[in-house]
């Protein structure tokens, strides 16, 4: 069975950090690439950060650059995401979603391309 499994999220105050984690089964981990959406509340789903399937490149959106890092662990099946110094606008429900990809390099993560999801933590910056 086709699974991610995201755990990490929380309250954490502005200027906080946290470490998402999403756990994979089921598939070939090595093949696919993994990226990381949120939405806040009243807001559409939106992409934070992509790693292309061979763990070597990743893109982030711009609003995260710097405070986000994406990472994959082949091992262990898992795509960890460090979050520093949240920002109240980082609020959000936070998901993980796989793309097959036959191009192990190439970074893309569209929403509507990524074949199957987790079903999300949610993550509450607040003072």
């Known amino acids: 069975q086709l699974r991610l499994v995201e755990s990490g999220g929380g309250l954490v105050q502005p200027g906080g950090s946290l470490k998402l984690s999403c756990e994979a089964s089921?598939?070939?981990?090595?093949?696919?690439?993994i990226g990381w959406f949120r939405q806040a509340p009243g807001r559409e789903r939106e992409r934070v950060a992509c790693?292309?399937?061979?763990?070597?490149?990743?893109i982030y959106k711009d609003s995260v650059q710097g405070r986000f890092t994406l990472s994959k662990d082949q091992a262990n099946k898992t795509a960890l995401l460090e979050i520093h110094n949240l920002k109240l606008q980082d609020t959000g429900v936070y998901y993980c979603?796989?793309?097959?990809?036959?191009?192990?390099?190439?970074?893309?993560?569209?929403?509507?391309?990524?074949?199957?999801w987790g079903k999300g933590t949610a993550v509450t910056v607040s003072s």
């Open positions: 979603a796989a793309e097959r990809t036959r191009q192990p390099s190439v970074v893309s993560c569209d929403q509507y391309g990524m074949n199957f």
């Open positions: 089921g598939f070939i981990f090595q093949d696919y690439a």
């Open positions: 790693i292309s399937a061979n763990g070597k490149n990743t």
